[in-house]
C-alpha cells in the first residue's frame, strides 16, 4: 500500500489560493492514479479531482477552471492547487491513491488515504 500525508490546508478569503501537498511514500507512486476529495460537516465525501499515471485530468464541475490537479513523481507527490476559492469550498481535503488503470470518482475506487487537511475559506 501507498502511505498518503497531506498539507498545505489553512485560512484563507474568499478569491484567495493555497496548494495542497500529498506525499507518498511506499510502492512506486508513478504506477497508482491519485485523486482529491474534500468532506464537508454534515456532508458525504466527494469527489475533487483526479490524475491518471498518464497525466490526464478530471475535476468535478464546481472547480473546474479554479482547481489544477498535477503531479512530480520524482517527489511522489500529487499537488491540487486551488485559486479563487469560495466558502463553499470549505472542508477537509484528503488525498488518494488506486491502482486501477481507469480510476473513478467514487471515495470506494481509492485504496489508500491520507489524514486529510482543513481548507476554510472566509466570505
Known amino acids: 500500500q501507498v502511505q498518503l500525508v497531506e498539507s498545505g490546508g489553512g485560512l484563507v478569503q474568499a478569491g484567495g489560493s493555497l496548494r495542497l501537498s500529498c506525499a507518498a511514500s511506499?510502492?512506486?507512486?508513478?504506477?497508482?492514479?491519485a485523486g482529491w476529495f474534500r468532506q464537508a460537516p454534515g456532508k458525504e465525501r466527494e469527489f475533487v479531482a483526479r490524475?491518471?499515471?498518464?497525466?490526464?485530468?478530471y475535476y468535478t464541475d464546481s472547480v473546474k477552471g479554479r482547481f489544477t490537479i498535477f503531479r512530480d513523481n520524482a517527489k511522489n507527490t500529487v499537488y491540487l492547487q486551488m485559486n479563487s476559492l469560495k466558502p463553499e469550498d470549505t472542508a477537509i481535503y484528503y488525498c488518494?491513491?488506486?491502482?486501477?488503470?481507469?480510476?473513478?470518482?467514487?471515495?470506494?475506487?481509492?485504496?489508500?488515504w491520507g489524514q486529510g487537511t482543513q481548507v476554510t475559506v472566509a466570505s
Open positions: 488518494a491513491t488506486t491502482s486501477s488503470v481507469r480510476p473513478g470518482t467514487e471515495p470506494w475506487q481509492y485504496d489508500s
Open positions: 490524475i491518471r499515471t498518464g497525466g490526464s485530468t
Open positions: 511506499g510502492r512506486t507512486f508513478s504506477s497508482y492514479a
